[in-house]
């Protein structure tokens, strides 16, 4: 069994490349964090490949080169992605498209280059990561939001889509897991956001990665967004 997933050096990915290292030959992209790529390479026995997710050729000559070694995946996870906290007023149009492009089209990018060779074996899993942000929208992270309720939107209409060809679609909506990605917010931000969590506590990247393992693994669960933030309050 092989399983794709992107960025893959980040604190949710590193937990992803972990957890599905202990059931599947594991594949995951990196844009410029060679040192931990090779780190979880090593320890992982795993492969990690360059790729820059927000450029469409970029990801297609990933995609040749990696089919023709793997010929397949039976799993992609589209977790790539970055965050930003700026008034709405002062999202610059360079900024806006940064984020849409990474955090939406990657996925489409990278969906549109392995997809394929699983309509063509007939089965396969889509897992996209997208946040609570894409289902309750947050202030200062508009362009981040739009982002991630577009993937939400993607996820739906794809796995409708997908169906008849036997390939599930699902996304994962982590809540405040506590990685890197949260560093933007101070002392108070981030208490007041565990004030709306009723666990008390914030999640961790394992927590996140064992849910994309659960889904990786079913066998009758589609269109569906799994949050996984303690039972947040929005």
């Known amino acids: 069994m092989k399983a794709l997933i992107t960025g893959g050096t980040g604190g949710i990915g590193s937990a992803l490349v972990r957890a599905f290292s202990q059931y599947y030959d594991v594949v995951f992209t990196y844009k410029s964090s060679e040192e931990k790529s ?4 090593k320890e992982f026995f795993c492969n990690g ?4 997710i927000s450029d469409e050729k970029n990801v297609c000559q990933c995609a040749c080169d990696l ?14 992605g970055i ?4 008034m709405f007023s002062d999202i610059t149009p360079f900024e806006w498209k940064r984020m849409i492009d990474i955090n939406l089209n990657g996925a489409y990018n990278v969906t549109s280059a392995f997809l394929p060779p699983m309509i063509s074996r007939k089965c396969g899993n889509i897992i996209n990561i997208s946040s609570m942000w894409g289902i309750y929208g947050a202030s200062c992270e508009v362009h981040y939001s739009t982002a991630k309720a577009g993937l ?5 209409a794809l796995a409708k889509e997908l169906a008849p060809s036997g390939i599930l679609v699902n996304a994962i909506a982590p809540g405040v897991i ?3 990605m949260n560093k933007q917010l101070c002392e108070e931000e981030m208490n007041e956001l565990k004030d709306k969590i009723p666990l008390g506590f914030l999640g961790n990247g394992d927590d996140v990665a064992n849910t994309a393992l659960f889904l990786s693994q079913a066998k009758y669960i589609t269109g569906q967004v799994i ?3 303690g039972g947040f309050i929005g």
């Open 38 to 41: 090779l780190d979880l390479q």
């Open 49 to 52: 490949v360059r790729c820059d």
């Open 67 to 80: 089919l023709k070694s793997y010929n397949y995946f039976d799993v992609i996870v589209n977790n790539a």
């Open 83 to 86: 965050s930003d906290i700026k």
């Open 152 to 156: 939400i939107g993607f996820t739906k």
């Open 178 to 180: 506590n990685t890197s």
């Open 227 to 229: 949050s996984v933030d």
